[in-house]
Nanobody, 126 residues
Framework: QVQLVESGGGLVQAGGSLRLSCSVS????????MAWFRQAPGKERMFVSA????????IYADSVKGRFTISRDNAKNTVYLQMNNLKPEDTALYYC???????????????????WGQGTQVTVSS
C-alpha cells in the first residue's frame, strides 16, 4: 500500500519561510518522480514543483520560481519543499504526489501522478 504523508505546514507571516516534507512508503521512491501541488479554497489544484528520479532535475510554476526549492533524499524516502519569501497568495493546502515506475519525463499535470498525500495546510498572513 502506497502512502504519502506530508508535514511542515503552518501559519507564517508574509516574508517568512516554511519547509514541507513528504514521506513515502510502499513503493520504490528512488525510481519515482515527485511533485508538489496546492489548492486554495474555491480554486482548482495547481502545480507547484516536481523533481525527477534520474538526475534530480526540477521544474517550477512561474509563481514560485526563485522562492521555492524542491529536493529529495532517497535514503529517507522523502521529498521536501523549501518555501521562502512567502506571500498571502501562497496560502493553500499543499499536496505531494508520486509518479512511480521509472517515468521518462517530469509531469506538471496532476494526471501524471499515481498517488497523493492528504495535504498540509499553509497559511500566510499579511
Amino acid at each position: 500500500q502506497v502512502q504519502l504523508v506530508e508535514s511542515g505546514g503552518g501559519l507564517v507571516q508574509a516574508g517568512g519561510s516554511l519547509r514541507l516534507s513528504c514521506s513515502v512508503s510502499g513503493t520504490t521512491f528512488s525510481t519515482s518522480n515527485m511533485a508538489w501541488f496546492r489548492q486554495a479554497p474555491g480554486k482548482e489544484r495547481m502545480f507547484v514543483s516536481a523533481i525527477d528520479w534520474r538526475r534530480g532535475a526540477t521544474i517550477y510554476a512561474d509563481s514560485v520560481k526563485g522562492r521555492f526549492t524542491i529536493s529529495r533524499d532517497n535514503a529517507k524516502n522523502t521529498v521536501y519543499l523549501q518555501m521562502n519569501n512567502l506571500k498571502p497568495e501562497d496560502t493553500a493546502l499543499y499536496y505531494c504526489a508520486i509518479d512511480t515506475g521509472y517515468p521518462v519525463r517530469i509531469e506538471s499535470s496532476s494526471r501524471g501522478y499515481d498517488y497523493w498525500g492528504q495535504g498540509t495546510q499553509v497559511t500566510v498572513s499579511s
